[in-house]
């Protein structure tokens, strides 16, 4: 073994070990282990030491870039090193006590990247190529959230409905020279607040949950959600209760607004093996409410009979992003008597960006007209979206309303005005 390794690295695992002290009986326990693994999966000097020096000397005149291959010595420590903390953490005797180890290269799940859904035609209406004119495109009210968007009634062979609860989408053309984007998030609110928080959308304010929900750089997809790891930073910061809640100010009053997603932030420059972050999955509330539990290397969840209760998306009718769906139904049953706004902001904007830009494109970005915002609080049944007045319907917790209520939806639509710059 290496003396970094053997001495800084193994050395993480024992709280009472003093920095080179090799006579700790723990870390000798530990070395041992590692080498009996590196020896077991059949490292050995008349084979590989020429090997490792080589793929090491590859690496050096590559520097300042991952390299291609790593040491078969180096790498069958690091199995040995995780060996030894998995025994040690099922024993009681881990000093991480649940931490993950931020030097995790692979995702041992493999999740595969989430699937695209759709073959329509998202970007042309909003990136809207009928309007030759880049500044009335830009400066205009153009942009606005399909409703084939927001709910879907099947998403591949699940039917739904489906409710889209939070993301981020794109649209770029650059022969177009045009980009449009959003953050859309459902926030689960009291009634008694919601007219509150409308306005205040509608003025400009964001909510932080619009944009960014709790996340996990270094729980694997297959611990999702069932693991203590999963969200524990989330919980422990906040607390079980209010995890996914945030204080939101409206004028000299707080809302309390709630978001029902969490993000797998796996960095996926670890290795080539993990493309598959980021993808947003259930908030863990969610998740426990109804015991839910993963498919096979993807972020789907299902309940206990296996049917879908969540989909996760990587793009939806040409959309490029991620997105997280839940089921109509279950939404429902989750929000009781609260009601749901979803809140959508983005950009539009020129790519490339020009050089010199014009007057009027430094005018619109000042002006911040460029930049759009919606509020959604109901879809009629025929799901066309109708701006009247704001207007929630009433939830029911009791089984028997859930039950004669099965196949009625969850309503969306523009509140008040539709949408606006922000």
């Keep these: 073994l290496q003396m970094d390794f053997e001495n800084y690295t193994l050395g993480r695992l ?65 199995i040995g090193f995780f060996s030894y903390a998995g025994l040690l953490e099922d024993s009681g005797c881990s000093p991480r006590e649940g931490r993950p180890f931020t030097d995790v290269d692979i995702d041992p799940s493999f999740p595969e990247k989430a699937p695209i859904d759709g073959d329509g035609d998202l970007p042309s209406v909003w990136l809207s190529p009928q309007v030759e004119s880049h500044e009335s495109w830009v400066c205009g009210e153009s ?87 999963f969200a524990a930073v989330a919980l422990e910061e906040a607390g079980p209760e209010n995890a996914y809640r945030e204080d939101f100010w409206v004028g000299s009053n707080t809302v309390v607004v709630e978001v029902l997603a969490h993000e797998y932030a796996w960095e996926s420059y670890h290795s080539e093996m993990n493309q598959a972050g980021s993808a947003r999955v259930p908030s863990r509330r969610f998740s426990s409410r109804f015991d839910l539990r993963s498919v096979p290397q993807g972020f789907d969840q299902c309940l206990p009979d296996g049917t879908r209760a969540s989909i996760t998306l990587s793009g939806v009718d040409g959309l490029q992003g991620d997105v997280l769906y839940l089921r109509e139904d279950l939404l429902r049953q989750y929000v009781g008597e609260r009601d749901v706004v979803v809140f959508a902001f983005g950009e ?47 939830q029911s917790t009791t089984e028997e309303t859930l039950t004669k209520n099965a196949k009625s939806p969850i309503k969306l639509r523009p509140a008040r005005g539709g949408r606006g710059n922000s």
């Excluded at 009472?16 to 693994?37: I, P």
């Excluded at 177009?176 to 919601?194: H, N, P, Q, T």
């Excluded at 970005?365 to 007045?389: D, F, I, Y």
């Design 348 to 394: 539009r904007e020129l790519r490339p960006y020009p050089p010199s830009p014009p007057q009027w494109l430094l005018d619109a970005q000042r002006q911040q007209k460029k930049a759009w915002h919606e509020v959604v609080t109901e879809v009629n049944p025929e799901g066309k979206k109708t701006a009247s007045k704001l207007k929630s319907t009433r």
């Design 14 to 78: 024992f709280d009472d070990r003093a920095n080179y002290d090799m006579e700790h009986q723990g870390h000798q326990d530990a070395v041992a282990f590692v080498l009996g693994v590196i020896w077991d999966l059949g490292w050995r000097a008349e084979t590989f030491e020429a090997l490792d020096r080589r793929i090491a000397e590859d690496a050096y005149r590559g520097r300042g870039h991952r390299p291609l291959a790593e040491r078969y010595g180096k790498k069958y420590s690091w």
């Design 143 to 229: 942009t606005s959230l399909p409703r084939e968007l927001l709910v879907r009634e099947k998403i591949g062979e699940h039917e739904g409905p489906w409710i889209l609860v939070h993301g981020f989408l794109k649209a770029e053309d650059r022969l177009l020279g045009r980009e449009v984007w959003a953050f859309i998030s459902a926030l689960v609110v009291e009634k008694k607040d919601m007219a509150d928080l409308v306005l205040a959308l509608e003025g400009g304010s964001r909510p932080w949950g619009a944009r960014n929900v709790p996340r996990d750089y270094y729980t694997f997809a297959g611990e999702i959600p069932w693991h203590r790891r």
